[in-house]
């Protein structure tokens, strides 16, 4: 039987960091329950599953349904897709089997793209190039998980751009299950008749409606283990800025990372709560002391404190005002 190749593309960047990357996972594993126990899509469909940040990686190859196991979605540092797209189209093209003359080939492949920010590099560019090549025959669902001005580039490759607007879990679930629905339809009838009625929580995407980013993200170090975490808060609407919390990242995180960063000038007195260290080994009460080289770590509050980014040790003391701090892109 031939094969319904489907391909994911997420962002992992680092606004993806604590519950909204749980939500996926979760999320991911709803649409594996679905297809299961669909006569038809466990016959046709097969999964890949690709992550980008800063640099692209397949966690899974082209699978098939049964054969498919969820992996753990790491994080990454910087948000490069238009890196990614080309990433992927070579994983594309090396995986579906192309009709010839003496064979029925894959059907046209399915590719969702999920991306929570705006990129670093030429995504214009990158999609020009994957309109050229086989990978541009497929068929592609873009999600916006949040504001990106990337997203106006694939009209010309899709009008199935799609934004989500809701971050609770019941949300999450909903717009999973509308995938694994879409799906299920694909593999009888083709992607062209499905993704029509789409749940409260998604709307089609409007190139007028510009918002800013939801979140602002900084990476930290923790000055005893040299380990590093993420710190992540939350935009409210009075232009206000509420912690989330603070997150240790495991070694993968460089794996997917580039040095990337914004320099960016922050008014403290705009972040309601500052986080401890989370590493529990370390035991520092100041989770967000900045260096005069603009970066983030841990101290203990005491008057001088060596920054384990430039390795300088310095004087601090209690501000509230404007400083310059260097943000991640993700």
């Given amino acids: 039987m031939r094969r319904l190749p489907v391909f994911f593309l997420i962002d992992v960047s680092e606004s993806m960091v604590g519950e909204p990357l749980e939500l996926v996972k979760e999320g991911f594993t709803t649409i594996l329950n679905d297809l299961r126990y669909d006569p038809y899509a466990l016959e046709t469909v097969w999964l890949s599953l690709t992550v980008y940040a800063g640099k692209p990686k397949t966690l899974v190859p082209l699978t098939e349904l049964m054969s498919f196991r969820m992996p753990q979605l790491?994080?990454?540092?910087?948000?490069?897709?238009?890196?990614?797209?080309?990433?992927?189209?070579?994983e594309l093209e090396g995986s579906v089997v192309r009709s010839s003359p003496n064979n029925r080939g894959d059907w046209r492949p399915v590719v969702f793209l999920f991306t929570d920010s705006e990129s670093s590099d030429d995504v214009a560019a990158a999609i020009?190039?994957?309109k050229s090549r086989p990978a541009g025959k497929?068929?592609?669902?873009?999600?916006?998980?949040?504001?990106?001005?990337?997203?106006?580039?694939?009209?010309?490759?899709?009008?199935?751009?799609?934004?989500?607007?809701?971050?609770?879990?019941?949300?999450?679930?909903?717009?999973?299950?509308?995938?694994?629905?879409?799906?299920?339809?694909?593999?009888?009838?083709?992607?062209?008749?499905?993704?029509?009625?789409?749940?409260?929580?998604?709307?089609?995407f409007d190139a007028g409606a510009r918002s800013e980013s939801a979140y602002l993200v900084f990476s930290a170090k923790c000055s005893k283990t040299g380990g590093l975490y993420l710190v992540k808060y939350e935009r409210l609407p009075n232009d206000q800025y509420q912690l989330i919390a603070a997150y240790p990242v495991k070694d993968?995180?460089?794996?997917?990372?580039?040095?990337?960063?914004?320099?960016?000038?922050?008014?403290?007195?705009?972040?309601?709560?500052?986080?401890?260290?989370?590493?529990?080994?370390?035991?520092?009460?100041?989770?967000?002391?900045?260096?005069?080289?603009?970066?983030?770590?841990?101290?203990s509050g005491a008057e001088s404190s060596q920054c384990p980014w430039c390795e300088k040790t310095k004087s601090f003391g209690s501000k509230i005002g404007e400083v310059g701090v260097k943000r991640v892109v993700g």
């Avoid at 529990?280 to 101290?299: A, E």
Wanted: with cysteine; net charge positive; proline share 5%.
């Fill in 138 to 204: 497929s068929e592609m669902v873009v999600v916006l998980f949040g504001n990106s001005s990337d997203a106006p580039a694939f009209r010309s490759l899709t009008e199935r751009i799609y934004r989500f607007n809701r971050t609770d879990p019941s949300a999450y679930k909903n717009l999973f299950r509308w995938i694994s629905t879409s799906l299920q339809s694909a593999s009888v009838v083709g992607m062209n008749r499905v993704c029509t009625s789409l749940p409260e929580s998604v709307q089609a």
């Fill in 74 to 90: 790491p994080i990454g540092g910087g948000s490069r897709l238009g890196k990614a797209l080309m990433y992927l189209a070579g």
């Fill in 128 to 130: 020009e190039s994957w």
């Fill in 252 to 299: 993968s995180y460089y794996e997917l990372s580039d040095d990337t960063t914004i320099d960016f000038t922050l008014h403290l007195g705009k972040l309601n709560g500052f986080p401890c260290c989370p590493y529990p080994n370390c035991g520092n009460r100041y989770g967000f002391s900045i260096c005069t080289c603009g970066k983030v770590f841990c101290s």
